[in-house]
């Protein structure tokens, strides 16, 4: 729209007033809560709470979860993150 030419007679409509109250129900003001994690069926996903979590938000959604990488997939990643490139034949070969 851009700034509204002060001669012109037709001015900006005016934002509607802040609603404070509604503001206040927003997730990061409300108080800290510390809820139990989820019973899930599938042992290899109790190592932790937050998996229990993951693992029931991909139930509720009827998502399966991939594999495990394996060594030659981590190395892989871990290079395109450390330094951008693709790692070489060489370095690429798990020993």
């Known amino acids: 729209m851009g700034a509204p030419d002060p001669r012109d007679q037709k ?4 934002p509607p007033p802040y609603d404070f109250e509604k503001a206040r129900q927003h997730w990061s003001y ?15 996903w109790n190592k932790t709470d937050i998996d229990r979590f993951i693992k029931a938000r991909l139930d509720e959604k009827r998502l399966t979860p991939v594999p495990r990488s394996g060594k030659r997939a981590l190395i892989r990643r871990a290079t395109f993150d450390l330094i951008g490139l693709p790692p070489t034949p060489k370095t690429s070969t798990p020993s």
């Open 11 to 14: 001015a900006a409509a005016l």
């Open 30 to 44: 409300r108080p800290v809560q510390d809820p139990a994690p989820p019973a899930i069926s599938d042992p290899l």
